[in-house]
């Protein structure tokens, strides 16, 4: 026997270690990434969880069952340009429900709520929320006050057949 080392098996030993371990961190990598997406899908469950429950807290029922005592968009609007312009703590108690539309918008829009979602919890509620909203915002703050709100509401409109916008 002589020492002569045979350079293509180890060539071809170092070619099959190589294979394999590179199909290992393929497997690696597609696990963690499926990790990443699982991590994701069960945070953006739980901030929509939160979320969805701030409609039922006191607080904004409290702004929901007030909004809802108003006749319409025009005695909205007339009640709340008084309540802002004169600082008043209702117009406080209102700011929740404009808030908390605006902050959902904007978490839709960074891509941390599905529309479809919203659609199925809150489409035509947000819808004629905006309608009875629109009038009192516009006269309050003026046009481009709670624009993400409008935007979403636009985006319920744009993908529902046969709701009027306006």
């Known amino acids: 026997m002589t020492g002569a080392v045979d350079w293509s098996e180890v060539t071809a030993i170092a070619t099959w270690v190589l294979a394999v371990g590179l199909l290992g961190s393929f497997g ?6 499926q990790q990443v997406r699982e991590a994701r899908k069960s945070r953006e469950a739980q901030i929509a969880a939160e979320f969805f429950r701030r409609w039922n807290d006191d607080a904004l029922v409290e702004a929901r069952r007030m909004v809802g005592g108003f ?18 703590p209702e117009a406080y108690v209102l700011y929740r429900e404009l808030d908390y539309f605006e902050q ?34 516009l006269q309050a703050h003026g046009p481009g006050s709670y624009p993400l709100f409008e935007g979403l509401v636009e985006k319920l409109r744009g993908e529902d057949a046969g709701v009027p916008s306006g």
């Open 28 to 33: 690696a990598a597609a696990f963690a990434a």
């Open 71 to 88: 006749k319409s968009a025009d005695d909205l609007r007339d009640a709340y340009v008084e309540y802002v312009a004169a600082n008043a």
């Open 104 to 137: 959902l918008a904007a978490l839709e829009s960074r891509g941390a709520f599905d529309l479809e979602l919203i659609r199925m919890l809150l489409g035509e509620t947000l819808i004629e929320r905006w309608k009875m909203w629109r009038p009192a915002i």
